[in-house]
């Protein structure tokens, strides 16, 4: 028998401020050795510590933890690949922000260029057309 399939995890993850190590493992399916290791591959994976020493993530670590696994596991990327597909996503929380364009109003402001350039594109491409034919 197999697992359901879960459309958006996030919306599993339960309502709370705080979670250990143990339940955020349970959450993801996987060790407790594979969040710890992660944490050193992953600068933006930090769970704080409590006055004990025990971890506790913070829902946006848990969210970050299943989009990890995602990367990993589901889509095979390797650590740095899923590193470097974290880092260019950008990152929210004042880190790194990827920058918000404009919207568009119509396809004409989507496709004007005032330089010319597309008109310039488009009698290269008719020319090697005509060389094609």
Do not use: C
């Not at 946006?60 to 974290?86: C, H, P, S, W």
């Not at 950008?90 to 396809?107: C, F, M, R, T």
């Not at 004409?108 to 005032?114: A, I, N, T, W």
Request: positive net charge; glycine residues 8%.
């Amino acid at each position: 028998m197999t697992d359901p399939v879960i459309e958006d995890p996030r919306e599993e993850i339960p309502d709370k401020l705080y979670f250990r190590i143990g339940e955020v493992s349970r959450l993801a399916g996987i060790k407790p050795y594979v969040l710890r290791f992660w944490e050193t591959e992953f600068p933006g994976l930090g769970p704080k510590k409590s006055g004990t020493g025990h971890r506790l993530y913070r829902r946006k670590d848990v969210e970050l933890v299943l989009e990890i696994k995602r990367l990993l596991y589901d889509k095979r990327f390797t650590i740095e690949g899923a590193r470097k597909a974290l880092d260019s996503r950008g990152k929210v929380d004042g880190l790194k922000v990827a920058p918000v364009k404009e919207p568009v109003s119509s396809q004409r402001d989507l496709f004007h260029d005032s330089s010319g350039a597309l008109e310039k594109i488009r009698k290269e491409l008719r020319g090697i057309l005509e060389l094609l034919r």
